[in-house]
Nanobody
Framework: QVQLVESGGGLVQAGGSLRLSCAAS????????MGWFRQAPGKEREFVAA????????YSADSVKGRFTISRDNAKNTLYLQIDSLKPEDTAAYYC?????????????????WGQGTQVTVSS
């Protein structure tokens, strides 16, 4: 069983930056494909970015390209999401997700493990 714990969310002004972290345990982290998703009130969970388990291939949603950067540190069992140039529409709960030996899917259904989420609120 994989446990995921997100941190780093908060209240920030538009144009600001945050770095979200997701600490993983329960399985060899390097064998996990990881993803970030977000969900705003009243909306469906939305793909943000993902990274494959091998090769570190990354994928990002068009809405965040150039502003969000996903990365991983296998030595620290941690996934990151660097968020720059924040906009009010980025306000949401951000979740990390994991699946063993995945390629970095955009679909929530392809992930087996989820964290509890961290809230990001962007003020205008």
């Amino acid at each position: 069983q994989v446990q995921l714990v997100e941190s780093g969310g908060g209240l920030v002004q538009a144009g600001g930056s945050l770095r979200l972290s997701c600490a993983a345990s329960g399985r060899t982290f390097s064998t996990l494909a990881m993803g970030w998703f977000r969900q705003a009130p009243g909306k469906e969970r939305e793909f943000v970015a993902a990274i494959s388990w091998i090769g570190g291939v990354t994928y990002s949603a068009d809405s965040v390209k150039g502003r969000f950067t996903i990365s991983r540190d296998n030595a620290k069992n941690t996934l990151y999401l660097q968020i720059d140039s924040l906009k009010p529409e980025d306000t949401a709960a951000y979740y990390c997700a994991a699946v063993a030996y995945g390629f970095g899917s955009r679909a929530p259904r392809d992930y087996d493990y989820w964290g509890q989420g961290t809230q990001v609120t962007v003020s205008s």
